[in-house]
């Protein structure tokens, strides 16, 4: 991961998330309740269901939204039953992008994140045409600002909590883990008194493709309209801007 800042694309899009935060929300409800209905409503023994919370509260989404979108899922005949679908494709450049969605409607679902690639100077790929550029990881962002600790004492808490990798700037410690390790990292650190800005599972690329500046525009309209589909629940890509 060196040499890669995934806050840096958090902080990027974030001005564009935060007018959206209706859309999202309605999103965050959607995998909040299918975790739900698929595993039960106790967070500390469900683990996708307090990953769904976790990102939940780091969108600040209002506690009455989280405990209605679980409650939903134990009112019998209530709401659909949702699939997770990846597919892959390619923005300009050849930049490879991966799209989940949460969906009821696979033609749905697929027909229209076609058109926003291709609508927007991309193109679908094959099953296994870019997913291969990224790992699975986990990871945590925590602010710099006044939090008196440097580089050093953070990587020893980091290497005891079981986390494998460091990134620190100006503003923020960047900790990425094994998935597998990813629940166990967070809770430590956690407990050790670290307030996380950020803590996910995600997908990591591998390497970094930079963005031709003639293509800056018609690549960021590419992700708007696949992050706009209301099927839509998370867009990674290996773009370096």
């Not at 307090?50 to 005949?77: E, H, Q």
């Not at 697929?110 to 100077?121: C, E, K, M, Q, W």
């Not at 050790?192 to 390497?207: K, N, R, V």
């Amino acid at each position: 991961m060196a040499g890669h800042s995934k806050w840096k694309n958090i902080q990027h899009r974030k001005g564009a998330q935060d007018a959206k935060k209706g859309k999202i929300f309605q999103k965050l409800s959607k995998e909040i309740y299918q975790a739900a209905k698929d595993g039960g409503t106790d967070p500390d023994t469900n683990a996708a269901l307090r990953l769904a919370v976790d990102k939940a509260k780091a969108n600040n989404m209002p506690n009455d939204n989280v405990d209605r979108a679980i409650k939903r899922a134990t009112d019998s005949g209530q709401g659909a039953d949702y699939k997770e679908v990846l597919y892959e494709g390619y923005g300009p450049s050849g930049i490879a992008v991966l799209v989940y969605a949460l969906t009821d409607n696979l033609n749905r679902s697929s027909t229209n994140i076609r058109v926003a690639f291709d609508r927007n100077g991309g193109s679908m790929g094959e099953k296994g045409s870019v997913n291969y550029m990224f790992d699975r990881k986990g990871y945590i962002a925590i602010s710099r600002e006044n939090l008196d600790i440097d580089e050093d004492d953070m990587l020893m808490h980091v290497l005891e909590a079981g986390g494998e990798d460091l990134e620190t700037s100006d503003d923020v410690f960047e900790i990425y883990t094994e998935a597998t390790e990813f629940a166990q990292v967070r809770d430590a650190l956690k407990e050790a008194g670290f307030e996380l800005d950020q803590s996910e599972l995600t997908m990591i690329p591998q390497t970094t493709v930079p963005v031709p500046e003639d293509k800056v525009s018609v690549f960021e309209k590419l992700i708007d309209a696949l992050e706009d589909d209301d099927d839509v629940s998370d867009v990674y890509h290996n773009a370096d801007i």
